[in-house]
């Protein structure tokens, strides 16, 4: 897949994960439970901010890390294809 199709997909799905999160907001409890113990009761809580937002954050977060790789790999190993060559 071309990198540009494949950015332009997750950027879709990030921006979806923030859509959904502001389409929801004002329904969820503030604050959200976030744990569940062995039981299944309710055992931590973390306000609604984070409860809706904190996965799409990371999203933005890993998304930026793969694309600085390829720029700050004192080898560049990770943007040449692997050539199956051992000698």
């Known amino acids: 897949m071309p ?8 950027l879709a799905l990030i921006a ?9 907001y004002t329904q969820m409890p503030d604050p959200m439970p976030s744990h569940w ?3 299944g ?3 931590g809580y973390m306000p609604r901010f984070w409860g809706l937002f904190l ?3 990371v999203l933005v977060g890993v998304f930026l890390l793969y694309l600085a790789i390829p ?3 004192p080898l560049k190993a990770t943007s040449q294809p692997l050539t199956g060559n051992t000698t």
């Open 3 to 10: 990198t540009k199709i494949a950015t332009s997909i997750i």
């Open 41 to 43: 009761e309710v055992d």
């Open 55 to 57: 996965l799409p954050l």
């Open 37 to 39: 113990n062995i039981a």
């Open 16 to 24: 979806l994960a923030f859509i959904v999160g502001l389409l929801l």
């Open 71 to 73: 720029r700050i790999d």
